[in-house]
């Protein structure tokens, strides 16, 4: 009985860790969403940013989305600019923005 309480707090311990990493992934992604939407508006006026902000933040790692995330606080520098854009012709991110070509520009 003793060891099956155990195993049950271990799993409410590891559930509530991976509901604050979920929430933390969430944050993350959200800041670095607002990061590259205001990107792709000022580099492409008239095109509707959302699906391709969706798009990029797909396409990067997650290592990149804390780095893109980080210039909400810090600031868009052009590294910032850059990485987006690097992102932005990923194979995977250039299929998807084509894939969504018929929103881009509220069609």
Known sequence: MMRFLSGLVLVA?????????????RLARDQAKAVVNGVVEQRFPGVNAAPVT??????????????????????????????????????????CIAGNSMTLFGG
Not at 13 to 25: E, F, K, R, T, W
Not at 58 to 65: F, G, K, W, Y
């Open 13 to 25: 311990v590891l559930s509530g860790c991976n509901v604050a990493n979920d929430a933390a992934d």
């Open 54 to 95: 969706d798009c990029i933040i797909d396409a990067a790692s997650a290592r990149e989305i804390l780095t893109i995330a980080r210039a909400s606080v810090s600031g868009v520098t052009q590294s910032t600019v850059e990485q987006v854009l690097d992102i932005a012709q990923r194979p995977e991110a250039v299929q």
